[in-house]
């Protein structure tokens, strides 16, 4: 099961730190994936950010590469986005998804990979 939380109002430059907790199974023991995606009204879901334990890698999406950052908590089972120099197109709500990761470790982009996801949490950027 995955939780997320962080979503929030903020003005155009801001920052905001996205949570998603698992719970259930260890995500380093058993090597998931953690992605990010997010769907703006009206558009597709996209991808955003991924981060395999398997692989020990991150990958981002053009759109945000440089302002947002994926880690990790091992402890706490939990991957974070950081969220720098928001702005008004990075309004959407964003969801964490889970997969089991393949052994090379490479990762995809692709939601319909991905088996587990959290409900959901809005980040409205005002400029």
């Known amino acids: 099961q995955l939780q997320a939380c962080g979503g929030g109002l903020v003005q155009a430059g801001g920052s905001l730190r996205l949570s998603c907790a698992a719970s259930?199974?260890?995500?380093?023991?058993?090597?998931?994936?953690i992605a990010w995606f997010r769907q703006a009204p009206g558009k597709e879901r996209e991808f955003v950010s991924v981060?395999?334990?398997?692989?020990?890698?991150?990958y981002y999406a053009d759109a945000v590469k440089g302002r947002f950052t994926i880690s990790r908590d091992n402890a706490k089972n939990t991957v974070f986005l950081q969220m720098n120099s928001l702005q008004p197109e990075d309004t959407a709500v964003y969801y964490c998804?889970?997969?089991?990761?393949?052994?090379?470790?490479?990762?995809?982009?692709?939601?319909?990979?991905?088996?587990?996801w959290g409900q959901g949490t809005q980040v409205t950027v005002s400029s």
């Open positions: 998804a889970a997969r089991i990761g393949w052994s090379s470790g490479e990762v995809t982009t692709g939601a319909s990979w991905y088996d587990y």
């Open positions: 259930g199974r260890s995500l380093n023991r058993y090597g998931y994936d």
């Open positions: 981060y395999s334990w398997r692989g020990e890698r991150t």
